[in-house]
């Protein structure tokens, strides 16, 4: 597979935290890299803030997975986090490249994975970046304290506004950083995922399927952004000559009886 995570998510604006420890021969020394202005300055920056891909962009990458014979699964966001904590679905805010990536969608060009709704916790407008602190920590979603109650409104909402945004059932689900919970999976399926994909191990023995990272290149579009489309031309070679499919693909050979993990490896 090929995945590329956090499309239309706010976080690339809100989540902002710097170097904290500098390399000293053997040693790590502390640095006040999250203080004040500090954390905005590359090379200390970590994280954001960096903008989304313009629909431009998003032809240009369709047009290399064409010539490259090669597909990707892009995790979304469902909805942008404004500064002061409303939402806007991702179709509302980025009209082109919705547009765009919907004709990826109908070309067999993409296939459009759940990312989150907000991709990090809203309550006390927690995402928003801090004076002498980095924020990293309440850029994820479904934290083991977030009430299943809330868990569940934003898995259907992320739902309906993907599917009805990019023509089609979401059966993949992202979860933003890594971090899920046995009761999120659970939600998930209810509301028609059938698999899951990020940093675990890839399974079939679980609520749901899960297609590790282990099973190809999988970045972020920061990466492409920062890098630019060459990046992406190079990761497209790498892969050149292989089969490339779909994590849902994958994730349909894994749940079949006889599909094993190490198949996907």
Known sequence: MIRMDDVGAASKRHEIYGLTRLALGPFRVPFPGNWLWLKYLPPIKRWGPYREL???????????????????????????????????????KFPEATRAIRKGVDAG????????????????????????????????????????????????????ILSDAFGGPIVTLVPPGNLLQPVTAEIARRHGVRYLSYGAPTSRDGILPVVGNECGVVFHDRDVVLAGLGWLRARLAEVRGREVRFVRELGDGLARPSGTAAEFS
């Open 54 to 92: 313009s629909s431009t962009e998003w032809y240009a990458i369709l047009e290399m997975l064409a010539e490259a014979g090669a597909r990707m699964t892009i995790a979304v966001t469902a909805a942008w986090v404004e500064d002061d904590g409303t939402l806007t679905p991702f179709p509302r």
């Open 109 to 160: 060009l993409l296939e459009v994975a759940n990312h989150g709704l907000t991709h990090c916790l809203l309550t006390g407008r927690a995402f928003r970046p801090r004076v002498f602190t980095g924020n990293r920590p309440y850029h994820r979603e479904f934290y083991d304290f977030v009430p299943a109650a809330t868990q569940e409104a934003n898995i259907e909402r992320a739902q309906v």
